[in-house]
Structures are given as structure tokens and as C-alpha cells.
């Protein structure tokens, strides 16, 4: 007698989860992304992305976004890219890729001084935006439009 597992079940690898990272995997510069509340939707990546699911006891999923963003990590993907017209990254290439991984505690101190970072660079982006609005409106307020 066969026997088939349950197809849904199946599937669940393929549903993103709190904590995945994904990110593009063909084409000239990539994109990643933390996922985060997902909550109970059922997601499924598109082909074009490619999905790490880290052991969360070894590997904060939030330090292995920020290092795949970083030059250091952008690097490495360059180095596991094939194909000249459209670059692409393969699974296999990706489950060799080298990940510099330290001990949790110190993923953490990352993580945050990476965070406490970004919060500036967002606060300094909306100053920006805030000043290129003004001096538009320097403009505007003579003409008159």
C-alpha cells in the first residue's frame, strides 16, 4: 500500500515565516528583505527570490540581513553570482556562500548599533526631504504656481 504525505504540509516550507530573508536572485543588484508579523497569511516567494530560513539558535536573522546588505556581504553574493547578461544566484552556490557568524551576543551588539544607525540615517532622510521641500516652495511662493 502507498502512502502520500499530507500536500499541505508538504508546502509549508514554502510558506515565508517570521524571520526568513529573502532576497532577489537574478538580475544586476539584489534586493533583501527581514520578514517580520507576518502573522498567519500564507506567503509564498515568487521563483525570483530566494529565501533563507537561519537556525535562529546560531544565526539572528536580522544580523544576516543587515550583513547582506553590507559591502562585505554584497561581496560575497558578487562571488557566488553566475551567468554574464543576467547574473543569477543558484541554491547551490548560495549553500556555500561563507557567512563571517559569531557568537549570538555579539550578533545582538551588531543588530542594534546597526539599528541605532539606521534610525539616524531615517531622521536625517526626513530632514532632507523636509529642506528640498522648502526650497521648492521658495520658488513656488515667488511664481506663484
Do not use: W
Not at 516550507?13 to 530573508?21: A, E, Q
Not at 560575497?76 to 556562500?97: A, E, H, Y
Amino acid at each position: 500500500m502507498n502512502s502520500f504525505d499530507d500536500p499541505s504540509s508538504r508546502a509549508d516550507k514554502f510558506i515565508l515565516k517570521d524571520g526568513d530573508v529573502v532576497f532577489t536572485c537574478r538580475g544586476i543588484g539584489y534586493k533583501t528583505a527581514l520578514i517580520h508579523d507576518i502573522g498567519n497569511n500564507k506567503v509564498v516567494p515568487s521563483s525570483n527570490l530566494m529565501v533563507i530560513r537561519p537556525d535562529s539558535e546560531y544565526l539572528d536573522s536580522m544580523y544576516l540581513n543587515y550583513f547582506l546588505n553590507s559591502s562585505l556581504g554584497k561581496e560575497c553574493i558578487k562571488r557566488i553570482q553566475k551567468g554574464g547578461v543576467i547574473p543569477t544566484i543558484t541554491k547551490s552556490s548560495l549553500d556555500n556562500m561563507e557567512i563571517p557568524v559569531m557568537d549570538k551576543d555579539t550578533q545582538e551588539v551588531v543588530v542594534t548599533r546597526y539599528q541605532i544607525i539606521n534610525k539616524k540615517i531615517n531622521e536625517i532622510r526626513e530632514q532632507l526631504i523636509a529642506l528640498e521641500q522648502k526650497t521648492d516652495k521658495i520658488i513656488t511662493d515667488l511664481v506663484g504656481e
